[in-house]
């Protein structure tokens, strides 16, 4: 048996492979993406799928699973929102075949709207959920949800966080247990959620926990380590880790990796044999409710915060009264450094023409264009969730029509959520007479994630060719007539056709379809766009310092306040003209 060196998320995938799970499916999501890029390698092994939201990722498990294959399904914690509707079904008609759902959890926001605590969605949907803390756990607890989920016949949730998912450890590696099909047999009173058949399942579920319980009181993911009574520590998770490195052999610990349905027993025995109990977890007191519901004293929120990550500085000073000591930092060197949209963004041009309007609403969504709300932009004026700008921009429409306000409507919409989430919302701004503007920001790719494939690329997530989905023909389909597809680096086109839709009685959408400046170029791409790389060059002796081509927040933009003067990173630039357009004094070329 060899060790290798892997993240959390490329041991839940070999997880995946090793438990002869045949289907896998994922949308792109901070920190969960790896494992579905991980899994789709092995492409004569397993069926790895990037579906076009998380609802439907979980669905087609659920649909492999009940024809009698072992099925998995991977997402980060809000995709689990999306995705909520079938668990809490599938809870109730439980699956046939394995089927193991992950949940990737982002205490301290890194890349995400929220930081919401999924432990909850095992507890309300009623299914077992497993809590790795390191990477051989996250491959071994894919194993067991595989044996749970088939012997009980239910999904098994798997809550991994953002350490967990991106920091390295050793895994030990195993060979792939092919499984055969388990056999499917039509029962309408198993697997339809009819009122009739979903009272009687309702049942079926507690009798299924009280099984559960047990296992998870005898669980080896639910052990005890025992040191020092004095103090004893409850914790799951990468919170496992802090408190390990914190405490170290000066406290007894219960870490708890089956943690729905919880092993009360076990907590009982543990807390009567120490003198003080801290709960540690990241981010809601999901365990601490309970044990304090069971009448078990305990200590959590009490001295712990429940907002962002937890670290072993903050144990330390929280827990100990020890305060960790760091190396110097010189603050008067730092240089804020917002992010932004890449040099050579076509998303850029878009947010710099609509931030010059004063009589619009901008609905911004989900993705790396979302920076177009960040100054010097200041193109956007809401974010709220996956498909939302859409949406939101036809209540905004409704709302100027109804109070006579001077405004225009508008979402800005990349092409992979549009796929996700985004056309049902444009269904309804034609369904519903709106007045708003669709902005499409087609940029080939799925961008903030990484550059995985959707519907519109023409690629599977395995590589193979596919019919891509015109977004044109689409949004036409749903009956929108007045459209139009433009390159958004050409300024004064752009310009024309803003103008263009803002003048129109009645919904209007555009597509600006132009490659992410990062995109790896298929031969597709370059057929249609070319090879359009090149640079830009400021003329010193043209520029008067004016600064109006850094209001575009090009990171290759360079300006000397000693000299007065405009430059253009040579490293950076990737001749996209945006700044050479803005320029009023024609003092930035392009570079032959």
Same mark, same amino acid.
């Not at 999901?286 to 990550?309: D, F, P, W």
């Given at each position: ?9 490329? !041991? ?58 072992? &099925? ?14 079938? /668990? ?40 077992? *959920? ?21 012997? =009980? ?37 198993? =697997?339809?959620? *009819? ?159 609509? !931030? ?14 979302? /920076? ?26 409704? !709302? ?7 405004? @225009? ?13 985004? *056309? ?8 519903? @007479? ?24 023409? =690629? ?40 263009? !839709? ?14 992410? &400046? ?32 850094? @209001? ?32 009023? @004094? ?7």
């Amino acid at each position: 048996m060899s060790i290798e060196l892997m993240t959390g998320n490329e !041991a839940i995938a070999r997880g995946v492979y090793e438990a002869g799970i045949r289907f896998a499916a994922a949308y792109p999501g901070t920190p969960s993406t790896e494992i579905l890029e991980t899994v789709a390698g092995w492409k004569d092994a397993v069926i790895a799928e990037w579906a076009p939201n998380e609802k439907v990722a979980l669905e087609s498990a659920f649909g492999f699973s009940i024809a009698g294959g072992r &099925a998995f399904a991977s997402m980060k914690q809000v995709g689990l929102n999306v995705a909520s509707d079938p /668990l809490f079904s599938m809870a109730y008609t439980g699956c046939n075949g394995a089927l193991v759902v992950v949940t990737a959890d982002e205490p301290g926001i890194h890349s995400s709207q929220t930081e919401q605590d999924n432990r909850y969605y095992a507890k309300m949907a009623k299914v077992p *959920m497993l809590e790795p803390s390191d990477s051989q756990e996250c491959k071994e607890m894919v194993l067991e949800a595989v044996r749970l989920s088939e012997q =009980y016949k239910t999904p098994v949730l798997i809550r991994m966080t953002t350490r967990v998912c991106h920091s390295k450890g050793l895994v030990e590696i195993g060979e792939r247990q092919e499984a055969p099909a388990c056999a499917y047999e039509k029962d309408i009173w198993q =697997y339809t959620t *009819m009122p009739a058949v979903s009272k009687k399942l309702r049942v079926e579920i507690e009798e299924r926990l009280a099984r559960l319980r047990a296992v998870s009181e005898e669980s080896r993911f639910n052990h005890i380590e025992w040191n020092d009574k004095k103090i004893g520590i409850m914790t799951s998770g990468i919170s496992y880790q802090y408190a390990k490195e914190s405490f170290q052999e000066s406290a007894s610990y219960l870490k708890i990796g089956f943690s729905f349905p919880l092993p009360m027993d076990k907590i009982r025995a543990f807390a009567k044999e120490v003198d003080t109990l801290y709960v540690i977890e990241e981010t809601e007191p999901y365990l601490e409710e309970q044990v304090k519901a069971a009448g078990i004293s305990c200590i959590g929120r009490e001295k712990l915060t429940g907002v962002g990550e937890l670290s072993v500085a903050i144990l330390d000073k929280e827990l100990r009264g020890v305060e960790t000591t760091s190396l110097p930092i010189e603050e008067e060197r730092l240089v804020a450094r917002p992010p932004a949209l890449c040099a050579g963004c076509p998303h850029r041009p878009v947010f710099y023409e609509l !931030a010059k309007r004063r009589d619009i609403i901008v609905s911004g969504d989900i993705g790396c264009y979302g /920076l177009g709300a960040m100054p010097p932009l200041n193109g956007v004026d809401t974010i709220l969730c996956m498909g939302a700008s859409v949406s939101g921009a036809h209540g905004m429409a409704k !709302a100027i029509e109804t109070y006579g306000l001077n405004k @225009k409507a508008v979402s800005v919409i990349g092409d992979s959520t549009f796929f996700h989430s985004g *056309m049902t919302s444009l269904l309804d701004t034609i369904y519903n @007479k709106s007045q708003a503007v669709t902005i499409i920001l087609d940029n080939r790719i799925t961008g903030m994630t990484g550059h995985q494939d959707h519907p519109g690329t023409g =690629y599977t997530a395995q590589g193979d060719a596919t019919r891509e989905a015109d977004i044109e023909t689409i949004v036409k389909a749903l009956g929108i007539q007045d459209v139009r597809k433009i390159n958004p680096l050409d300024m004064e086109l752009l310009r024309e056709t803003l103008d263009w !839709a803002f003048e129109l009685d009645g919904p209007a959408v555009i597509i600006t379809r132009w490659p992410c &400046a990062l995109k790896k170029m298929s031969q597709k791409d370059q057929t249609e766009f070319g090879t359009y790389f090149t640079k830009c060059a400021v003329d010193a002796k043209k520029c008067v310092g004016c600064k109006l081509c850094t @209001k575009c927040g090009c990171p290759a933009l360079r300006f000397d306040k000693e000299e007065g003067k405009a430059s253009i990173d040579q490293v950076q630039c990737l001749g996209c003209m945006v700044c050479a357009q803005i320029c009023p @004094k024609d003092a930035i070329s392009e570079v032959k």
